[in-house]
């Protein structure tokens, strides 16, 4: 994956020079290691700076949110569904875009690869499907496959479903994956031990909002949260109004998150908020044979009729 | 997410219907009160000393 970044600034940078986009979106080195953040190049020398490893699990349709000039952006698998969906929702036209499309094999888990050292990670290298790690108390060569984000470990869409461009060949789809075995563990559970199960869960959180801004559905332009009249859930960091602003957020990304594991990535605390997210995901499959972002022809189910759509649930 | 399965309902009714709308009211009453109290999504003020 380390070999896409020849053929992704050259892409950029001809865009640039022929002015087919105002602006191309990639990764750029972040200040600490296994964190590239966005990088938005405008003249053909920013498009030295792109960077493109295992790190780069930001989903980069976040900072095409009502955007006006003509941009190109680099997209994973997921970043592309992200993408279809702003299409679809009107956020963005696709005439606008000119989508770099990277076949992906995972990102990192950041969270699992601090877990694993005592001290502070120093610098991380990859090669051939191994990371070099250094920390404070020293140097692990540590296997790929066994450190993707747990979204990627489950993700069934690879390769960019909408490109204009390829900076590489298309990889082979997951065959097999069970992306659901978590929530249906959950699914069988009491109500008071799922209850248990979601107080512990989102007993870590701090009420950062990292997980909602690194989010490219929760676009709206004030969120529920930081609204004050009417006040719809209290701002401190106890468990109800915590527990009701992960519950709201998740619904609101209900039959549109394409599962990038952005929120989780984001989050200080590693909370794994995407078993509300999933479980969604897992409902529009089962009720409307739905996965979101995949073809921009498609009304997402909570804007279409149907005659046969399962009611069972209405009196 | 751990309400019970009889705590939520849903039901269509017209504005005509006002007889089904008692009647569903109704039941929904009964089910919820015949399930307790919730005590669980209630948010307690904190405890000033």
Redesign the interface.
């Known amino acids: 994956m380390v070999g896409y970044i020849d053929k992704i600034k050259e892409i950029s940078e001809r865009l640039l020079k022929e002015g087919t986009v105002e602006m191309v979106i990639g990764f750029q080195k972040g200040t600490l290691p296994m964190m590239n953040t966005p990088c938005f190049a405008k003249t053909p020398e920013d498009v030295g700076n792109f960077v493109w490893d295992s790190h780069c699990g930001i989903n980069l349709a976040n900072y095409l949110t009502d955007r006006k000039e003509k941009i190109g952006v680099i997209a994973k698998g997921c970043d592309s569904r992200s993408i279809v969906t702003h299409i679809t929702e009107n956020k963005i036209k696709r005439e606008q875009i000119f989508v770099i499309g990277a076949p992906c094999k995972g990102m990192m888990d950041r969270h699992k690869i601090a877990s694993l050292f005592e001290t502070e990670i120093r610098s991380v290298a990859e090669n051939d499907g191994k990371l070099i790690v250094t920390a404070g108390d020293g140097e692990k060569t540590l296997e790929k496959a066994d450190l993707l984000q747990k979204n990627c470990a489950v993700c069934a869409h690879r390769n960019p479903v909408i490109h204009d461009e390829l900076a590489a060949d298309p990889v082979e789809d997951q065959k097999d994956v069970d992306r659901y075995a978590d929530v249906r563990e959950i699914e069988t559970m009491p109500?008071?031990?799922?209850?248990?199960?979601?107080?512990d869960l989102f007993s870590a959180c701090i009420r950062c909002y990292a997980c909602r801004n690194a989010c490219p559905l929760c676009y709206c332009p004030t969120c529920f949260v930081d609204e004050s009249q009417p006040q719809w859930v209290?701002k401190s960091t106890?468990p109800?109004?915590t527990?009701t602003f992960h519950?709201l957020r998740a619904y609101h990304c209900a039959g549109r998150c394409t599962d990038c594991g952005s929120c989780e990535r984001a989050c200080p605390m590693g909370i794994n908020m995407r078993m509300?997210t999933k479980k969604l995901e897992k409902d529009c499959i089962d009720a409307f044979g739905w996965e979101p972002g995949l073809d921009l022809n498609q009304r997402p189910p909570l804007d279409t009729y149907k005659m046969d759509d399962p009611e069972d649930?209405?009196? | 997410?751990?309400?019970?399965?009889g705590r939520l309902?849903?039901?269509?009714i017209s504005s005509a219907e006002a007889t089904k709308f008692v009647d569903?009211v109704t039941q929904v009453t009964d089910a919820v009160r015949a399930l307790g109290p919730h005590e669980?999504?209630?948010?307690h003020m904190?405890k000033v000393a």
């Open positions: 109500p008071a031990e799922k209850w248990d199960y979601f107080d209290g106890d109800i109004d527990k519950f509300l649930f209405i009196k | 997410m751990g309400i019970e399965p309902h849903f039901s269509w569903v669980n999504f209630v948010k904190p």
